[in-house]
């Protein structure tokens, strides 16, 4: 009965239990409750208050937040254009690489053909049997001296040795 008499007035029973090996007893404390309307009252005023407080968009604030967005834009604006860049790049060093791979087979295949005119069995056969070509015979070699040039020119007359 006692205890109802408590809950009218606002106030709350609670037990108490002592830490230990042995309870040896349950003591009872009595809380005053706390007036509800009071408490959501003070708690909207606080909300209130911190609302507006939140919402004041002060001259600094908007400062603030345009250099913000300013440095944020331009930051995205030159993201942009450096991935443009890299992406134009890519494309170049993709095309440079196709024309090297085209100049090496080129440069390969030139190659292979310069080594088979430096093959001379190569160029004999080629000269024997395409192109109807015979070694020289002994009446047709004419020889010369030319001991005071290491070269000969090519309009100057050829002296025939005897």
Same mark, same amino acid.
């Given at each position: ?20 090996? +042995? ?9 005053? %409750?706390?007036?509800e309307?009071?408490r959501?009252?003070t ?14 968009l ?11 967005? /300013?440095?944020?834009?331009?930051? =995205? =604006? ?14 170049d ?9 085209e100049?090496? +087979?080129l ?8 080594? /088979?005119? /430096? ?5 004999y056969?080629?000269?024997?049997? %395409? ?17 005071? /040039? ?13």
């Amino acid at each position: 009965m006692a205890a109802d008499a408590r809950r009218r007035m606002g106030e709350q029973e609670f037990e108490v239990y002592a830490e230990g090996n +042995t309870l040896r007893r349950v003591e009872r404390i009595t809380v005053p %409750k706390e007036n509800e309307q009071q408490r959501k009252k003070t708690i909207n005023v606080q909300a209130r208050k911190n609302r507006a407080r939140a919402m004041e968009l002060t001259a600094v604030h908007a400062a603030v937040l345009m250099t913000a967005t /300013l440095v944020i834009s331009i930051f =995205c =604006c030159r993201l942009l254009l450096l991935q443009s860049q890299v992406i134009r790049i890519k494309k170049d060093i993709r095309q440079t690489q196709a024309m090297i791979t085209e100049y090496r +087979t080129l440069s390969d295949s030139l190659e292979d053909s310069m080594k /088979l005119s /430096l093959d001379l069995d190569y160029v004999y056969r080629v000269a024997t049997q %395409k192109l109807g070509m015979v070694y020289p015979t002994e009446e047709q070699v004419i020889r010369f001296d030319r001991t005071e /040039l290491e070269y000969v020119r090519q309009f100057e007359e050829i002296p025939i040795a005897d």
